[in-house]
């Protein structure tokens, strides 16, 4: 097939002698896309939707679901195929429009008949920060993975309508993203390798549930800063797992840091589930001196099979899937309880990777109380953990 000339190749920034309408890599594993969040401080809402495209198997997809205080989860899923529309950011009812690089961009979801709507104003509150830049992973001799992702947080605005509810987005709501690219490989969020290679050294599957203990993966927003952190903490009380990062608005000229290490200073679940109600955690800077921040979960979670992982397609192939020209799907799920999902029937869903979901908390520095705000948080607990009741 001859190559195509898109819109984005009027920019002079080409890296190969290729057009932007093809990768570096014959990879049907290759992606590129957005990811997007949205809380209110309330924890009324906690809203997470992508775009992403494959630029190998020629397809864009995407999904938008929504966790209400009414304990529901509402599910969008789309596809559609991505030539020649590969220089438009949309997907099926999904659709965003960058206005300035890093700083501001709008996106939205129109009218459909899932009752999922919304149309948000993106504002960097801080530069975004490059998380991995270019990692790869070799297992057993081959490349399982390649990723580069920046994430950043942001102010939104606009407004959001979901089962008849609407919601106006404000000041106190807080953005989350992520953007990614490169070969998804074995994490079991595509949809066409991770059940069809051998097991590393004779080991589990890897889609098999891990045993890390506690994660947390979190983007937080402060009145004067920006603050990232990734963790696993083991029922050892070892901290196998930490990265960080803090940064402040454009305007103050500060420079980005980091924290030193982090501790666990206390942790609650909700009724010995594996589900976070509060923590506190402790971070000390090089200087020596001490964050300690109490966070509280405030939105129901949003479990991401909602939106296609893990084979979370009404098909169950994943993302990244040719289902034809264009394909939408949805659904409502019950996520009242702390960690099962269950339809409107009452009948149970199973999630793979079980309490992996996503939720908003409030995060107040107990050393400067005024230093209250508000951010998304993945806690998931994998293996036996100090509070866990439920059998692993």
């Known amino acids: 097939m001859a190559r195509r000339l898109t819109r984005l190749d009027e920019w002079p920034l080409h890296q190969t002698i290729d057009t932007f309408d093809s990768v570096a890599t014959a990879s049907q594993n290759w992606s590129d896309g957005y990811w997007n969040c949205v809380g209110d401080p309330e924890g009324r809402v906690n809203l997470i939707t992508a775009i992403r495209f494959y630029q190998n198997t020629n397809v864009a997809d995407g999904y938008a679901c929504i966790s209400l205080d009414d304990g529901r989860q509402y599910n969008l899923r789309c596809s559609r195929v991505l030539r020649p529309r590969i220089d438009e950011l949309e997907a099926g009812p999904l659709w965003m429009d960058i206005i300035e690089g890093l700083r501001t961009f709008r996106f939205g979801c129109r009218e459909n008949e899932f009752g999922i709507e919304f149309d948000l104003l993106w504002e960097a509150a801080a530069p975004a920060w490059d998380e991995t830049p270019g990692q790869t992973g070799i297992v057993d001799g081959r490349i399982a993975f390649q990723r580069s992702n920046y994430v950043?947080?942001?102010?939104?605005?606009?407004?959001?309508?979901?089962?008849?509810?609407d919601f106006e987005v404000g000041p106190e709501w807080v953005g989350a993203r992520d953007h990614s690219w490169g070969l998804g490989g074995d994490s079991g969020?595509?949809?066409?390798?991770?059940?069809?290679v051998a097991p590393p050294g004779g080991k589990r599957h890897p889609s098999s549930k891990p045993d890390f203990g506690m994660?947390?993966?979190?983007l937080a927003r402060l009145p004067a800063r920006s603050i990232y952190y990734w963790l696993h903490h083991g029922r050892d009380d070892r901290m196998t797992v930490f990265k960080s990062h803090i940064d402040y608005p454009f305007e103050s000229e500060r420079r980005g840091s980091a924290y030193k290490s982090a501790s666990v200073e206390s942790v609650e679940f909700k009724g010995g589930l594996r589900r976070l109600e509060r923590a506190v955690v402790a971070f000390e800077k090089y200087n020596g001196k001490v964050d300690r921040f109490a966070m509280q979960v405030?939105?129901?979670?949003?479990y991401m099979q909602g939106g296609g992982y893990w084979g979370g397609f009404h098909d169950g192939l994943g993302r990244g899937i040719f289902r034809g020209e264009n394909h939408v799907e949805g659904d409502v799920w019950d996520v009242s309880h702390p960690t099962q999902v269950r339809d409107l029937e009452g009948n149970p869903l199973p999630q793979t990777k079980?309490?992996?979901?996503?939720?908003?908390?409030?995060?107040t520095n107990l050393d400067d109380p005024e230093e209250t705000g508000l951010g998304l948080l993945e806690c998931v607990v994998a293996g036996p953990y100090p509070g866990i009741e439920e059998p692993d």
């Open 215 to 218: 994660r947390h993966w979190v």
């Open 152 to 165: 950043q947080l942001g102010f939104v605005s606009g407004a959001i309508r979901v089962a008849g509810r």
């Open 189 to 196: 969020t595509g949809g066409r390798i991770g059940h069809f």
């Open 354 to 363: 079980g309490s992996w979901a996503e939720t908003f908390a409030r995060f």
């Open 298 to 302: 405030v939105s129901h979670p949003l």
